[in-house]
């Protein structure tokens, strides 16, 4: 007895329409939906009004997929906290200047309420390497030459 999905792979090697298998004189073409295939135009033509319910729908499903998957990252590259992709938008994110890595704004935001919850210091520390965070512009420039003396790319 096969399972039902024995019976699909079987399925996908013959045509949806007259049942020839594939070998290696007879190549299946795929129909839009990847859902079944036929040995010609002639049989795709046939098996149309069976199929064309079901072959719209997933054709459907195949472009919200495409079109709305998030990508893997981006462009910028990943949060050094969170590890998700940054924001094509740079007012989202923050280049911590003590250690070069660019943090989420999120990871900050949660890095700031988590200091002052738990300290109760109202400082705020990088959320990467936990130092101080510059309070004048002259202290981020000294922080940025120590980068740059260091050969961090990014600095």
Known sequence: MMSTEDEAAA????????????????????CACNLVRYCSV???RDHRSQHKKACK??????????LFTQPESSHLGDCQICF?????????????SCCSKTVCCGCEMASIL???VNSGNPETKCPFCRKPA??????????????????????
């Open 11 to 30: 399925d996908m090697m013959c045509c949806a329409s007259c049942g020839i298998a594939e070998n290696d004189d007879v190549k299946l073409k795929k």
């Open 42 to 44: 002639t049989c795709q």
């Open 57 to 66: 729908k997933r054709v459907v499903e195949l472009r919200d997929e495409l």
């Open 84 to 96: 998700l992709p940054l924001s094509i938008d740079l007012r989202k994110s923050t280049l911590m």
């Open 114 to 116: 988590h200091q002052k």
């Open 134 to 155: 510059p309070s004048t512009m002259d202290e981020v420039d000294k922080q940025t030459m120590k980068r740059i003396e260091a050969n961090d790319p990014v600095a």
